[in-house]
């Protein structure tokens, strides 16, 4: 299954699909750094895996992610997204 996940819509998506899979996730912001118009960020995911994800079934298994999302700003919005 392939996203487009910097387009808006891909990334709405993606949101979707993870919630669907772990409805009780959550996420813990470690760091933030930002430079210029450059803005790193650390965290971690945890949730339970309780449905379907990529073509998986439900583990119902506890799930612990670390994350890092790179953004750039301009004009006071995300312009740019990588994660």
């Known amino acids: 299954m392939e996203h487009n996940y910097q387009s808006r819509e891909g ?7 993870i919630l669907a899979a ?11 750094i930002g430079e210029g118009d450059r803005v790193l ?3 971690t995911m945890r949730g339970t895996h309780q449905g379907v994800f990529y073509g998986h079934a439900p583990t119902e298994r506890k799930t612990e992610v ?4 790179e953004y750039r700003v301009a004009d006071g919005r ?4 990588r994660g």
Do not use: C, G, S, W
């Not at 772990?22 to 933030?32: L, V």
């Not at 670390?66 to 999302?69: A, F, M, S, V």
């Not at 995300?78 to 997204?81: D, K, T, V």
């Open 66 to 69: 670390t994350l890092y999302r």
């Open 11 to 17: 990334l709405k998506q993606f949101a979707r699909n």
């Open 78 to 81: 995300i312009a740019e997204h």
């Open 22 to 32: 772990f409805p009780d996730k959550a996420y813990t912001i470690e760091d933030i």
């Open 41 to 43: 960020v650390r965290m």
